[in-house]
Nanobody, 122 residues
Framework: QVQLVESGGGLVQAGGSLRLSCAAS????????MGWFRQAPGKEREFVAA????????FYADSVKGRFTISRDNAKNMMYLQMISLKSEDTAVYYC???????????????WGQGTQVTVSS
């Protein structure tokens, strides 16, 4: 089992940057594909980015491609989401997720964090 805790959210102006972190418990972090999802008020949860077990492969939603960078540090049981050129439409609660399956992480996951709020003011 994996427990996930996000941090790093906050209020930022449009065009600004934020770095989200996800701390994972347990000794099997490297066995999980990791991902970020987000949910804006009144909208369904949407996939943002995913990273493979070793970090060698990444995948992004078209809406964030070129602006967001996902990374992980297996030695520290940490995952990150560097966000630049933020837009008002990026405002949402961001969730960290873990799953054993590379394909499944793009739509769902076995484990979820509690979320961190990102608010981008225009």
């Amino acid at each position: 089992q994996v427990q996930l805790v996000e941090s790093g959210g906050g209020l930022v102006q449009a065009g600004g940057s934020l770095r989200l972190s996800c701390a994972a418990s347990g000794r099997t972090f490297s066995r999980y594909v990791m991902g970020w999802f987000r949910q804006a008020p009144g909208k369904e949860r949407e996939f943002v980015a995913a990273i493979s077990w070793s970090g060698s492969s990444t995948f992004y939603a078209d809406s964030v491609k070129g602006r967001f960078t996902i990374s992980r540090d297996n030695a520290k049981n940490m995952m990150y989401l560097q966000m630049i050129s933020l837009k008002s439409e990026d405002t949402a609660v961001y969730y960290c997720a873990a799953d054993p399956n590379w394909l499944r992480i793009r739509t769902n996951a076995d484990y979820w964090g509690q979320g961190t709020q990102v608010t981008v003011s225009s």
